[in-house]
């Protein structure tokens, strides 16, 4: 008898390892009759993995700031948390002549042999985790979002501007990087299609992104740099459009 085709709260329990041992096996024997979507679905679980082992402390600590608790307060104030982030990056990068060659190191461009290896991909997989699966406990809510950016990152871009294609950020989360602070900032449009925002600093490195995108699954990251961070913008390929037209004008 042919598999019951399984529905997305099967294959995001699939993925999770949350089915019961006859379900699984037959998720399992359909996705033996679905390759691309087997695939797909492996991708998935290893971005997820991955991005779970980092928030479970799998990459160094991170900066007491990083605190989701410590962020929220940071909205109430801005200028001292202003001045904390600017201090750990200082720290970070050392004093004196050390900090002179790391600035020069920010404003080169990336070599085209690091752009290849999959630039922004914890874009993509936090995409996955907490927008595509619905899965974002936030530290700042839709109207706080640019707000609650400025507090918490050295002069953060202004959110690209979706509302014309009925886009508007409904919520913010704070993550770490081995690099330090992340946000994924979350979009959602008609009928609950989601669009991420997602800041980071500068990878290994430091190396800063040309423009540019690359799809994985079914997924479009649009990437680029902007003063101290990376960014990229993370869709479907329906929506991709909408985030092109307002990229044009921000960036």
Known sequence: MTPQAPDEHDLHAYIDGRLDPERRAEVEAWLARQPERLAELQAWQRDAQQLRAGLAGAVPPPEPMLDPARLRSGLA?????????????????????????????????????????????????????????????????????????????????????????????VGARALATDQGPAALVLYQGPAGAAISFYIRPPGPRHYLLPRGDRRDGGLLAQYWSRGAYNYAMVSDGASAAVVRRALAGAI
């Open 77 to 169: 104030r801005r200028r001292s948390a202003r001045y904390a982030v600017a201090a750990s990056v200082l720290l970070s990068l050392g004093v004196g002549g050390i900090v002179g060659w790391q600035a020069r190191e920010w404003s080169r461009p990336a070599p085209r042999s690091m752009i290849a290896a999959a630039p922004m991909a914890d874009a993509i997989a936090a995409h996955r985790l907490f927008a595509v699966r619905r899965d974002l406990r936030t530290d700042a809510a839709g109207g706080e979002v640019q707000s609650w950016l400025d507090a918490n990152f050295r002069e953060p871009m202004r959110l690209p501007d979706l509302s014309a294609a009925g886009y508007r950020p």
